[in-house]
């Protein structure tokens, strides 16, 4: 079921909400999710977890975050900032370049991907509410974008459409480049709060210290909304 055009002006807010959601399930379940895995992966072994465990599991995270704020600044660095900051569905140029070429929305991706990292910090049920709950939106957003693309690039778009993956990547292009050239340095103004927030789940697996990664966290949240960029969508999506 395609999104709504009030969720896609508001996207971001109510993926900040599912995060809200997510953390706030603390209450009725206390156990962090990656000690829960931490403690099932060594009882599996026959030991028990300590700290360096819990590192272990929570630099995974770390890892995962890092992986979607790469992919997210890949993407981005082929998008104009005010492409990034619409609240509409931008379908008047299509692209072909970067993730693009292999997958048809590599923002997204990094958009599960965060879901995937920053929900070892939460309980186990808001892990599931964080994964669940954003897949379900992207996947609603992406419904949303594809139609309109059909619509207003017609052939164009159902050939691209028919050639690159629409969520898992191929490991090699799938449409021929359009010779676009990256702006890295806009992408990561862009996307710095997912480093951000990869960087406050790092510190918190060095340290384990929880103060260390709300007030990290904090200041990617910050930069998200004072940024007043959205950075939750793929449009347009990519062609030749």
Known sequence: MPATLFEFRHRWWIIFAIFCLAFSAHWIDPKTAAVAMAN??????????DRNW???????????????????TWGTSYLRADV????????ERLLADGP???????????????????GFMASRIG??????GMTV?????????????ARDQGEAYKRYRAAVPRILPSLAPRAPSAG?????????????????????IGAFAATLKLWIF???????????????????????????
């Open 137 to 149: 939106f992207v996947f609603r957003l992406i419904s949303r974008e594809e139609a309109e693309l």
């Open 180 to 200: 676009n050239i990256p702006h890295w340095g806009q992408a990561l103004r862009v996307e710095a709060a997912y480093w951000l927030f990869a960087v406050a």
């Open 54 to 72: 819990y590192r272990a599991v929570f630099a995974a995270g770390s890892l995962i975050s890092f992986a979607a704020a790469m992919i997210r």
């Open 100 to 118: 693009y070429r292999r997958v048809r929305n590599p923002l997204y991706i990094g958009n599960i991907l965060l879901a995937v990292g920053v």
């Open 84 to 91: 990034m900051r619409d609240a509409r569905v931008r379908t």
């Open 127 to 132: 892990f599931l509410i964080l994964v669940f």
């Open 214 to 240: 709300w007030a990290i966290f904090a200041c990617g949240v910050a930069a998200t909304v004072f940024s007043k960029s959205p950075k939750t969508g793929s449009q347009p999506a990519p062609t030749h």
């Open 40 to 49: 099932w992966m060594a009882a599996r072994l026959g030991t028990t977890a």
